[in-house]
């Protein structure tokens, strides 16, 4: 009696992380108009595919040639509003942007990207950067 219920568990444990494991979450397509960055890597303005292979890590691919041209660790992030539409968030200092969160359509969560290298150090010498949101085609 007990190897069966030591069992069962076993098999239930193993379907949830399997399940856990397959829901992904969405991608969002955007036209950005601008040049960006995401960590230290510039990209030029062009429209992109912003998804999750993994909890904690967005990928951004060129739609167009379907090649990554980033990737970054997030954390998850709630927002008091739920969103119609997805939606980039973008932190600006001057004419420097940097991809801060992705936020997507009919939900109030989204990904974070922590602060590091040249945002980093921009964010220390210019404590009040603008944000910019770019609405997405995702719902």
């Not at 829901?23 to 998804?51: H, L």
């Amino acid at each position: 009696m007990k190897r069966s219920l030591i069992l069962i568990a076993a098999a239930l444990l193993t379907l949830s992380l399997s399940m856990a494991a397959s829901a992904q979450e969405p991608s969002i397509t955007a036209r950005i108009p601008f040049d960006f960055y995401v960590g230290n890597t510039r990209i030029p303005a062009g429209v992109y595919v912003i998804e999750s292979p993994r909890s904690g890590l967005q990928v951004i691919r060129d739609k167009n040639t379907n090649l990554s041209v980033a990737s970054v660790a997030t954390i998850p992030l709630t927002t008091a509003e739920t969103l119609a539409r997805g939606a980039l968030v973008f932190n600006c200092y001057g004419d420097d942007r940097f991809l801060s969160q992705v936020l997507w359509g009919g939900t109030s969560f989204g990904r974070a990207i922590v602060k590091r290298g040249m945002e980093a150090e921009l964010a220390r010498n210019n404590p009040h950067a603008n944000a910019m949101r770019v609405v997405t085609g995702q719902q």
